[in-house]
Structures are given as C-alpha cells and as structure tokens.
C-alpha cells in the first residue's frame, strides 16, 4: 500500500515515541558520556525496537499501548503491511491514518471492536486509535 504522506505519517510516529520515551531518554543522557547519547538516534531498528521495549517498564499501561502500536506502525513501514487493518485486512484509508497514523484496524472494525467490548460489559482497553 503506497501513502502519499508516508514520510509525514512516519515523522509523526517517530515523534509520539520521542514524546513517549522522551522523559525516560534525558535520564539515560544525563547518565551517559556523550559519544552514547548521539548514538541513540541512528541505532539499527532492531535495536530501538528492544531499546524501547526495555523502557516500556518505566511507562503508564496507556503509554505503552501507544508505543506498542506506534513500534509496530513503524516496522510495519519498512517490513510491509502498513495500513492493513488486521480484522478484514483491507487497506486503511489514508485520511484515517493521518489522525492516527499508528491505527492497526479500519474505522468500521474499530467500531466493531467496541461494540463487541461493550456487549461483554468491560470497557477494555483504552481505544486510543478513536481519538
Ligand atoms: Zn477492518
């Protein structure tokens, strides 16, 4: 699936993880010579990706749900399978993903999503793609 706004969907993403591990990042500069900390940006994927997971420990349980789904966007980026809602695996539309460029379900399985949580009477997990 080719985006028009890829590159800004993917700044946007990388910008809610900075946000997200920002707080926890300043610490670890603080407490590390130079040449470390201007390594930071340019680690491999991989490594951010079990970077970030490490921190997920220090985060509130909705901030990690975001950094899960924004880890997981940005993989999705380079690895393929971006924008594929993972219910009924059509693409998401474009002007969806601009909102809420980390969104993992179309709005109608969103919808679908919810309603299923509140038949079942528990609200779940915070719906953070349905800001
Ligand atoms: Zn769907």
Redesign the pocket.
């Known amino acids: 699936m080719k985006y028009k706004s890829l590159p800004k969907m993917k700044s946007k993403l990388q910008d809610i993880r900075s946000q997200l591990l920002g707080g926890i990042e300043k610490t670890i500069k603080t407490s590390q010579d130079e040449e470390f900390t201007q390594l930071i940006p340019d680690i491999t994927d991989e490594a951010s990706r079990s970077f970030s997971r490490q921190m997920l420990l220090n985060l509130g349980e909705q901030d990690r749900e975001k950094l899960i789904q924004v880890e997981e966007a940005l993989y999705q980026m380079e690895n393929g399978g971006y924008g594929i ?6 693409p ?1 539309p474009e002007a969806r993903l601009k909102v809420v460029p980390f969104a993992q ?6 919808n ?1 999503i919810e309603q299923d949580q509140k038949n079942n009477g528990h609200n779940g997990t915070d719906q953070l793609e349905s800001f």
Do not use: N, T
């Not at 379900?105 to 969103?110: A, E, I, K, Q, W």
């Open positions: 809602c993972k219910l009924c695996e059509k998401i379900h179309c709005v109608s399985c969103l679908a």
